[in-house]
Antibody, heavy 121, light 107 residues
């Protein structure tokens, strides 16, 4: 079955960087778009970024554009989120998620359990 | 960006009740809408895709309808395990956007 395991979260000071990883298994990783979605404490869901199956296309929420970079390594079945210039409002649980369909960009179907990022001095 | 507005924001109902949640988009999103359920401390789970299609393994008491800008999510007979927050989400246009959520409680 589909498994998505996030790692790399933790406490970081404002202005610093952090890289999240998501290890995928149970499906043909190289054929699916992957997403990151976040959730601030006691708040709703916010889509953050996606990367197409072959990394040729990426998209970002305006709130992270220019600061976050999504990438993937299909040889390692892993997707990454490089987060720079972190701010307090980036605090939350970050979920890695798998798209619905192969080779296209649609929306989130399966979610990992999330990793907590806390930006605080 | 397309804004998604859910109503109500919170809802209290009794076991066995019929529950409905509305979701409205600021522009036509055809039928590109999902409904997710999130239980406390857990990741969200998709219940309905393409506005009205039941995800595999999801009980038939859950249903969705609508197209264009107005959508409805229904639980035909509320069960105790349905206590959660429910979100709609559009995927007709990027960025993907979610409604603010509807918190469902047992009366």
């Amino acid at each position: 079955q589909v498994q998505l395991v996030e790692s790399g979260g933790g406490v970081v000071q404002p202005g610093r960087s952090l890289r999240l990883s998501c290890a995928a298994s149970g499906f043909t990783f190289s054929t699916y778009t992957m997403h990151w979605v976040r959730q601030a404490p006691d708040k709703g869901l916010e889509w953050v970024a996606l990367i197409s199956y072959d990394a040729s296309n990426t998209k970002y929420a305006d709130s992270v554009k220019g600061r976050f970079t999504i990438s993937r390594d299909n040889s390692k079945n892993t997707v990454y989120l490089q987060m720079n210039s972190l701010r307090a409002d980036d605090t939350g649980v970050y979920y890695c998620a798998k798209d619905y369909s192969t080779y296209v960009m649609t929306t989130v179907r399966y979610w990992g359990q999330g990793t907590l990022v806390t930006v605080s001095s | 960006d397309i804004q998604m507005t859910q109503s109500p924001s919170s809802l209290s109902a009794s076991v066995g009740d019929r529950v409905t949640i509305s979701c409205q988009a600021t522009q036509d999103i055809r039928n590109y809408l999902n409904w997710y359920q999130q239980k406390p401390g857990k990741a969200p789970k998709v219940l309905i895709f393409d506005a009205s299609n039941l995800e595999t393994g999801v009980p038939s008491r859950f249903s969705g309808s609508g197209s264009g800008t107005d959508f409805i999510f229904t639980i035909s007979s509320l069960q105790p395990e349905d206590i959660a927050t429910y979100y709609c989400q559009q995927y007709d246009h990027f960025p993907l956007t979610f409604g603010q959520g509807t918190r469902l409680e047992i009366k």
